[in-house]
């Protein structure tokens, strides 16, 4: 009677097996296909495709607009940079870079490009054509500066503020050709020729020389030296810039970044005004999570061409905490205290009648960074 019911019981089994097996092959003949991420797409196609949003508040016992350059409200939340970048760049061949934001400081580099009336909230950070052929590649269009240790990109930066240096010593972005040619593994060298200073207007007339050499001997150490000359229509003289860039990765979480500048103006009345500084900064990560940034700097405008008092000196400390919750995710909690040796900062509105002025400025941010993309 056992083997009778055993023998039942597998029977049974084999019915089942038999009449599920079709029934799986229907179902995934029925089944929706995976639709592959748009990443895979774009690598697929060669493409890299990343993009940003970038949101703050500032509080400041003071107005910074005549001294900072993009952190220069008054007590706001703002949006600070949404960006979004496509290129095609292949290792030999012809290619393409876009690159556009919108926020504020669009609406702040829009000034600087083409003049206090032009303050729109979109710009094209670069735009620009690629062809590349073994250790040689030329681009022509516009692009971002080869100077500084900072950029325009609120993610590529440590810090939620900019630095002294890059508002008063650094151009942003130039309309042109630059040639960057990789010498050997360790040395590149780079020339270019552009529209002057942050200009996109193609009715500029004088050009500037771009150049540059990068020195990184090792993963621990590298040198970069930048030089800009060329005439500033707005005064009728020749202006440069050299600028040096040396970074020391002392252990996988500890950086040094150390930049220096030298600027001058040729006046119209045939005197030249100079004015020159530098900057530290300390970047070290305790883990994935947490992370320390200081910058400390100063400037001295020599001969008072950007703060109207000769031997003006303006110095700054920044200290920010950076909190990743997320791998795409950071939260930037930041401290900056400027002083000056006279009475630059606007303690109150500039536009009033009688604003008042003071030796120093405060400031606390908070900000959140999110990227995507490739």
Known sequence: MNSMRFLGAVALLTAALNGAAPAAEADAQTATPAVPAWTDLFAAWGLTANGYVAASYYHSNGYPANVHEFDIQHDTFQLDQAGFQLAYQPKNGFGALVDLFAGEDARLLNQAE??????????????FLQYQRGALTLIAGKFVTLAGAEYINATQNTNFSRSLLFAWCEPLTHTGVRATWAVTDTVTLIGGINNGWNVTSTSYGP???????????????????????????????????????????????????VNVDWDQQRLPDSTTARWDGAALYVNYAFNSLWRLSLRDEYLNDRDGFNFGGPGSTLKEATLTIGYSPAKNFELRLEGRYDSSSRETFYRTDPASVTPQMADSLSQVAVQGVYKFGT
Do not use: C, H, M
Not at 218 to 233: D, H, I, P
């Open 114 to 127: 083409r003049g206090p009336g032009d303050d729109g909230v979109f710009d094209v950070r670069q735009a």
């Open 207 to 257: 050009k500037t020389a771009e150049l540059g050499v990068a020195w990184t001997p090792s993963k621990t150490v590298s040198l970069t030296a930048q030089a800009y000359a060329g005439k500033n229509e707005q005064y009728e003289g020749e202006r440069t810039l050299v600028d040096v860039v040396a970074t020391y990765n002392a252990t996988s979480a500890l950086t040094f970044i």
